[in-house]
């Protein structure tokens, strides 16, 4: 089966609280944010909102665009969110995965 990566991000709600991450099944991996399996920063902060993804083809390639992603400013990720998602629409349900 072929895999594909995601680079997300996710909010609390419109311009609140932020959160990169990246991974090997989208959907799985929202579930939990959402279930809050884990206990981490997203559980603690209700940051449950797909507001932003992108896929590729290898994990390297979504973990360094993570990265990227992570060192930017505030106002550069909420423009990146806003190209795509201008009203932060919870993108959970038009996931194809």
Not at 42 to 63: C, H, I, N, P, Q
């Amino acid at each position: 089966m072929y895999k594909r990566f995601s680079v997300y991000l996710l909010a609390s709600r419109p311009y609140g609280t932020l959160y990169c991450g990246y991974t090997d099944d989208i959907a799985r991996r929202m579930w939990e944010h959402r279930e809050k399996t884990f206990k981490g920063f997203t559980a603690k902060y209700g940051v449950t909102r797909l507001v932003w993804y992108e896929m590729g083809d290898s994990r390297e390639g979504a973990f360094i665009r993570e990265r990227q992603i992570k060192k930017w400013n505030r106002a550069w990720k909420i423009r990146l969110i806003e190209a795509e998602n201008r009203d932060w629409i919870d993108l959970y349900d038009t996931l194809n995965c």
